[in-house]
T-cell receptor
């Protein structure tokens, strides 16, 4: 089995600040994802990457940047944090495509609070 | 842009009941359909997935897909208090790894 780690677990920032969230996976998966989850709601796709150095925008990419410099890591940057923004950012990975290949494995999340 | 909606938004059922959760999608080219479960404070975890029209059963869980109706569902037989969680449906088109999740259904099973 493998594991996905996200750092930090909790992130508190100031309005307008640039904040970076990190994700590492040891599944050797090709595809990685960043989702945002507002309290008790569904997941909204921010960015995904199908291989090293690839970036694909999701439906919520505005206000965010991402970077996939290594196959095992995927980072997300909040370019200018918004006041009262509170959400959990979830990182996920999957092996690729096809039956049983599309299953996503999730990290524990980074909880963001903006003061 | 794929739209994925779930209903109902929340559901309370007694232990032992049959529970049905619904998911509709907008892209008729979609080919990956899955249900994930997220217990409070935990990460989402895949329950089961289906790629073609019809039904698939795993234990107490059955997924039913009707592509023509742009609809798939999850049925839980003999619901247990441990099934209480947020249920998320997920959809992706065949030519992309872009997986879009639904709005979520919060299920509470009362003992």
């Amino acid at each position: 089995g493998g594991i996905i780690t996200q750092t930090p677990k909790f992130l508190i920032g100031q309005e307008g600040q640039k904040l970076t969230l990190k994700c590492q996976q040891n599944f050797n998966h090709d595809t990685m994802y960043w989702y945002r989850q507002d309290s008790g709601k569904g997941l909204r796709l921010i960015y995904y990457s199908i291989t090293e150095n690839d970036l694909q925008k999701g439906d919520l990419s505005e206000g965010y940047d991402a970077s996939r410099e290594k196959k095992s890591s995927f980072s997300l940057t909040v370019t200018s944090a918004q006041k009262n923004e509170m959400a959990v950012f979830l990182c996920a990975s999957s092996i690729g495509w096809g039956d049983n290949y599309a299953e996503q494995f999730f990290g524990p999340g980074t909880r963001l609070t903006v003061l | 842009q794929q739209k994925v909606q779930q209903s109902p938004e929340s559901l309370i059922v007694p232990e032992g009941a049959m529970t049905s959760l619904n998911c509709t999608f907008s892209d008729s080219a979609s080919q990956y359909f899955a249900w994930y479960r997220q217990h409070s404070g935990k990460a989402p975890k895949a329950l089961m997935s289906i790629f073609s029209n019809g039904e698939k059963e795993e234990g107490r869980f059955t997924i039913h897909l009707n592509k023509a109706s742009l609809h798939f569902s999850l049925h839980i037989r003999d619901s247990q208090p441990s099934d209480s969680a947020l249920y998320l449906c997920a959809v992706a088109a065949s030519n992309t790894n872009k997986v879009v999740f639904g709005t979520g259904t919060r299920l509470q099973v009362l003992p």
